[in-house]
């Protein structure tokens, strides 16, 4: 099955350069994709899979039926989004949309999931069992998981494969990671309430600046203290607005930020700890607070056998030397997390890194990815597949 595959994939590869090409050329914002959804329910009903568009408001869900020989549904997850970030590779095929780019790879993962989907297709006799793709919208706004979930994408699935590309790997390369591999992302905002008074008689006043630097460095000192060091936990306030004028004590300040944590337990805790530190520090200044703590998404905990499964694949079609155990999570969040609250699943970084040249992170203007990666990435999700069907 893995030769099938693999020569499935060179034949397939020319085209596939050509579908991200085009995919990279026309980005759509979070929620916006619909260009992309209709390429892709084009692309997968011309290999006969049965599509259903507008899951999660702009997703595309591609079913696609083995022989019957076993019950039950794979999932396979690939994101469509891109990000209002302006493009500066100037690659020929650079965004056509002034401040619009896939800079987070989605482009690729939207050509894997149809890739895979091109090969198992031609090879769904041997299939016993079904295999559902997911293209998802709006995962750089941590939307669309839960979007699809809605829509009823989950619906009897029993395990789930996700795929990231990954630009610390070179191309040709996969990384494997057992356990966390995202951490849990929320959202906080705080509100102090002072009262306002004259700039050269503070003691008359309720500081609502001062005191709110309080509570950013209680907060930051707490974590060191009171959280477990082998639990990481990160909270960062990245925006503070405030004052009326320089010589006018503030009588409000809003702060807003985000919250990552890798440990369930932390994570479950977190509301209740920031309050406790913010409600103390107020209370020492006669000031009042308010407090919005927004869960986003939790952390990807990748399940142990789907992992093996994946790791066994990409050992088998790469060999040894090119299948990496990444030591460490990462503290970015991912919305495929939001998959595994209704069946187990793993996820994959695909190395996109060049050798020869400059690879910059994702989320950057000058990001691109080697791609010779696709097929690769194409190989592991398909053969994945069959391996957890059992076909060798």
């Known amino acids: 099955m893995l030769s099938q595959i693999k020569t499935l994939a060179e034949e397939l590869a020319p085209r596939l350069i050509e579908i991200r090409r085009?995919?990279?050329?026309?980005?759509?914002l979070s929620g916006q994709e619909y260009q992309t959804a209709a390429y892709v329910s084009g692309v997968l009903s011309s290999y006969g899979i049965h599509v259903q568009e507008a899951v999660g408001k702009t997703g595309v869900v591609g079913n696609l039926e083995g022989n019957g020989t076993k019950k039950g549904?794979?999932?396979i997850r690939t994101d469509m989004d891109a990000l209002p970030i302006e493009e500066r590779t100037k690659l020929e095929f650079a965004s056509c949309k002034s401040g619009v780019m896939h800079a987070c790879g989605h482009?690729?993962?939207t050509t894997l999931g149809l890739g895979t989907a091109m090969i198992l297709a031609q090879l769904r006799d041997q299939l016993p069992g079904n295999i559902r793709f997911l293209f998802q919208p709006?995962?750089?706004?941590?939307?669309g998981a839960s979007w699809m979930v809605q829509d009823g994408a989950m619906r009897?699935?029993?395990s789930i494969f996700g795929v990231h590309v990954f630009p610390s790997l070179t191309a040709r390369s996969v990384g494997i990671r057992y356990g966390a591999l995202t951490?849990?992302?929320d959202d906080i905002e705080i509100f102090i309430q002072g009262e306002s008074g004259h700039g050269a008689r503070p003691h008359e006043a309720v500081d609502a600046i001062w005191i709110a630097s309080q509570v950013i460095t209680t907060l930051q000192q707490a974590i060191s203290r009171t959280q477990n060091p082998l639990r990481p936990l990160v909270l960062t306030i990245g925006q503070i607005t405030g004052g009326r004028a320089p010589n006018v004590i503030a009588d409000q300040v809003r702060m807003a930020g985000t919250v990552r944590s890798l440990h369930p337990e932390t994570h479950a805790n977190l509301p209740e700890w920031i309050e406790g530190i913010i409600a103390n520090v107020c209370n020492a200044y006669n000031a009042k607070y308010e407090m919005n703590y927004r869960r986003g998404v939790p952390s990807v905990q990748n399940d142990i056998n789907l992992t093996q499964i994946i790791e066994s694949a990409c050992r088998e079609a790469w060999g040894n030397d090119l299948v990496e155990i990444l030591p460490e999570p990462s503290l970015g969040a991912e919305d495929f997390a939001l998959y595994l609250e209704h069946a187990p699943g793993t996820m994959f970084r695909l190395g996109v890194g060049h050798e020869k040249k400059d690879n910059y992170p994702l989320h950057h203007p000058l990001f691109e990815v080697d791609e010779s990666a696709i097929v690769t990435g194409v190989v592991t999700l398909a053969y994945s597949a069959c391996k957890y069907w059992g076909i060798q």
């Open 138 to 143: 709006a995962e750089e706004i941590a939307q």
């Open 183 to 185: 951490a849990a992302a």
């Open 22 to 28: 085009h995919f990279h050329s026309h980005p759509e």
């Open 107 to 109: 482009d690729v993962h």
């Open 73 to 75: 549904i794979l999932a």
């Open 156 to 158: 009897d699935v029993d």
